[in-house]
Structure formats: C-alpha cells, structure tokens
T-cell receptor, first 117, second 112 residues
Framework: DTGVSQDPRHKITKRGQNVTFRCDPISEHNRLYWYRQTLGQGPEFLTYFQNEAQLEKSRLLSDRFSAERPKGSFSTLEIQRTEQGDSAMYLC???????????????FGSGTQLSVL | KQEVTQIPAALSVPEGENLVLNCSFTDSAIYNLQWFRQDPGKGLTSLLLIQSSQREQTSGRLNASLDKSSGRSTLYIAASQPGDSATYLCAVWMDSSYKLIFGSGTRLLVRP
C-alpha cells in the first residue's frame, strides 16, 4: 500500500492556459474522488468515479473542467482556459468498495496546489 | 442543502490540556460522520469514522461522539501534545450520495 499519489505537487500557470493533474489511487481501490480546497475552507466535492464510470459531478465542475479514469486505474483532471479563481489545492482520494456507504473511508493524496497568475 | 459548521475556527491551548472540537450539521440523513486531520500544505488523514447507527468511536487519545438527531458531533482530544497541532475537519457522508461534505475546520495549536 503506497498511498494515493498525485502529480505534480505544485503547478503555476498563466491565465488562459490548460493544465492537467494526475492521480494514482491505492491499487485495487475502485472508487476515486476529486475535491477542491481553497485556503481556510474544507474540501469541496468535484466528481466521483467507480472504476471507469463517472457517476457523479458537482455543479462546481464547469465546462472547462473534465475528468477521466480510463481503464479504472489512474485518473486525470484537466482544466481548460484557467482563471484566477481556479487557484486552489486539488485533492484526490480513493476507497475500496465496501458494498455500503456506512463504512466508507477515504484515503487522500497530498494534493496538487494550482496557482493561476 | 447540507451545511457543516465547525466551532471554534481556531484554538490555542497549552500542552497537556484536554480539549473538545465541535461540529454541527443541518441534515440528519447521513450515512456516517468522519473526522480528518490536515497538516499545512498536505492531504487529509482519516482519524475516526462514526456510522449513523453509532454513538461514539475511540482511537488512542481521540474520542468522537455523534448525536444524529440533534446534528452534532464532538472530537475530544485527551492530554494534548504539540504534535497534535493541525487543522481538524469534520465531514458527513450524505445518504443516497457519493460525497463527503466538509466543514471549514478548526485550526489547533498546542503550545509546548
């Protein structure tokens, strides 16, 4: 168990550029989540995958955001035409399938800190 | 719409004190409530998970309680240590959903 891995740790970009983040979940975890966290706030849910299927998306995920999880393993989150308001920590989490939500524990990565200039 | 509130927003205590962090939520239709710890610039570490049918969970010096009907949870930290300094986040797992809804956290500083 090597933990959830996110790459890069930090990304600085200019407004209008596209960026892509990668998340490698714990092996055999079939559930994968993306959250966004701004300074002084708790994480906000963005989207959820079960295997390769994207089952839930937040209204926060505008048309400029797209997430994929091909083959149900790693996931990517792309932001097109970045805006200064996109500056945040982007967190990935994974969990094993337990059959019910009552015991579902999430394992978070260290996040990707995005700064849009 | 579920809202999670944590009080206080920040807390500073001398080493050795017992302390209580509070969390409240507006919608009692939850699967579970979870407490996390977050160190500066890092991801979240799960501390305790309380199922909706449970009243409390304990792990070492940590004890979390849940009163689902009143929409409240507390995290009790016994004999605090400087290494406990971090932000503590409360989150609820909504019924019929795939997401955790987080509070804004309590920033804890334990002074040596």
């Amino acid at each position: 168990d090597t933990g959830v891995s996110q790459d890069p740790r930090h990304k600085i970009t200019k407004r209008g550029q596209n960026v892509t983040f990668r998340c490698d979940p714990i092996s055999e975890h079939n559930r994968l989540y993306w959250y966004r966290q701004t300074l002084g706030q708790g994480p906000e849910f963005l989207t959820y995958f079960q295997n390769e299927a994207q089952l839930e998306k937040s209204r926060l995920l505008s048309d400029r955001f797209s997430a994929e999880r091909p083959k149900g393993s790693f996931s990517t989150l792309e932001i097109q035409r970045t805006e200064q308001g996109d500056s945040a920590m982007y967190l990935c989490a994974s969990s094993p399938r337990t059959g019910e939500g009552t015991n579902e524990k999430l394992f978070f990565g260290s996040g990707t800190q995005l700064s849009v200039l | 719409k579920q809202e999670v509130t944590q009080i206080p927003a920040a807390l500073s205590v001398p080493e050795g004190e017992n302390l209580v962090l509070n969390c409240s939520f507006t919608d009692s239709a939850i699967y579970n409530l979870q407490w996390f710890r977050q160190d500066p610039g890092k991801g979240l570490t799960s501390l305790l998970l309380i199922q909706s049918s449970q009243r409390e969970q304990t792990s070492g010096r940590l004890n979390a309680s849940l009163d689902k009907s009143s929409g409240r949870s507390t995290l009790y930290i016994a004999a605090s240590q400087p290494g406990d300094s971090a932000t503590y986040l409360c989150a609820v797992w909504m019924d019929s959903s795939y997401k955790l809804i987080f509070g804004s956290g309590t920033r804890l500083l334990v002074r040596p």
